[in-house]
């Protein structure tokens, strides 16, 4: 631990439902291919929570690893967030669920919405805790179980989803390691390019609103697509000239796993190598929230990661929002 004011991830952690639904599942339940899905967005399968899987539960079990890895108890948590838009239940919060099963009892708790971008966004909250002694050791979960909200009756949105989470342990590291910088970015204009009609309480659920399936996610892809790409390289190039770095330092770049085409379009550009890059979203589809710490910790089980590697981390999401930091491991 640094004597500083370094905040870095300590641990990581993920769960992911156990069972599967692939592309060709997809073709017998709307008009669709794996080919098209497979072309237009690198996806050939995605996770579905069943039976007793739960957003509260998938969080625990992924906190349970994080919280092993970094060696403490959870009752030294004392700040617990969880970035998500796909809560167990309206009211309480996700974050208490997580706290009372976890027993973390010493944790304030809160849930943080943020579309896809809500991970990166608990981070630069977590961050700002640490620093300035608020909080000694954060867990910061990113999860969402969009699949209940998923309307399996639209191809445009339905082959796009999948569930799961991811859980990172903040806390204080050695001086020049953790987040170097970060920032959060919101466009409340473009909120009717991805959202929800009903259930909220401007419409609250009725008959009607549940006959005309105003419950589910509604999304323009091609402006969201378009978005993305240029907010994906702009705010990742704004970080790093924040820590007075440039894309050709960087090790990693650790993209929102929306769609490939995506990430190829922003990694190509900023003059990245194919593997620089992380990409999961073949085997999980985008998790919003949890897209981010999953493919993380996949690359910490699987060593990828050196001491010093600089890293970005880069998303968008609904809201519209968006971010970036950039970490020295
Ligand atoms: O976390 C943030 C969340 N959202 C995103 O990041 C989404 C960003 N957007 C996208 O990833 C892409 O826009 C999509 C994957 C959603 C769609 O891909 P696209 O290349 O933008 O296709 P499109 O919406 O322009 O549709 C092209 C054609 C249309 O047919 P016509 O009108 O050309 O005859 C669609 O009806 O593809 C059709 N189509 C499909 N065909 C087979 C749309 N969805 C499907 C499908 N299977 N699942």
Redesign the pocket.
């Known amino acids: 631990m640094g004597s500083g004011n370094a905040v870095g991830i300590i641990s990581t952690g993920r769960a992911l439902p156990v069972s599967r639904i692939t592309n060709f599942d997809?073709e017998e339940i709307?008009?669709?291919?794996d080919q098209?899905?497979r072309a237009?967005?690198g996806i050939e399968e995605r996770r579905i929570i069943t039976n007793d899987e739960t957003n509260s539960e998938l969080s625990v079990l992924a906190s349970l690893i994080a919280l092993e890895r970094a060696n403490l108890r959870p009752e030294d948590i004392d700040l617990l967030i969880v970035a998500t838009v796909t809560p167990d239940q309206t009211l309480p919060s996700t974050a208490c669920l997580v706290q009372a099963r976890l027993n973390a009892y010493n944790a304030a708790a809160f849930d943080l919405a943020a579309?896809?971008t809500g991970f990166l966004y608990g981070l630069s909250v977590a961050e700002q805790y640490i620093k300035n002694g608020a909080a000694k050791n954060v867990l910061l979960i990113g999860v969402d179980t969009l699949s209940p909200i998923v309307d399996w009756q639209d191809?445009?949105?339905c082959?796009?989803f999948g569930d799961g989470a991811g859980a990172v342990v903040l806390g204080k590291v050695e001086d020049d390691r953790g987040i170097l910088a970060s920032k959060m970015f919101s466009d409340g204009t473009k909120a009717g390019l991805?959202y929800i009609p009903a259930g909220g309480t401007r419409c609250p659920a009725t008959l009607r609103t549940v006959g005309e399936r105003m419950h589910f996610i509604k999304?323009n892809?091609?402006e969201?697509?378009k978005f993305?790409v240029t907010v994906m390289i702009d705010s990742t190039l704004q970080v790093l000239e924040m820590c007075g770095k440039t894309s050709a330092e960087l090790d990693y770049l650790v993209p929102?796993q929306?769609?490939e085409?995506?990430i190829n379009f922003a990694y190509k550009k900023m003059g990245l190598k194919p593997e620089q890059v992380l990409i999961n979203i073949n085997r999980y589809g985008?998790m919003?929230s949890a897209s981010i710490p999953v493919v993380l910790d996949e690359a910490v089980d699987g060593g990828k990661f050196k001491d010093g590697d600089l890293i970005a981390l880069v998303s968008?999401?609904?809201g519209l929002t968006w971010g970036a930091a950039v970490l020295k491991w």
């Open positions: 997809l709307v008009e669709t291919s098209w899905i237009r967005t579309g896809c191809r445009n949105t082959v796009l991805l999304m892809g091609p969201v697509f993305a929102h929306a769609n085409r995506i985008n919003s968008f999401g609904a």
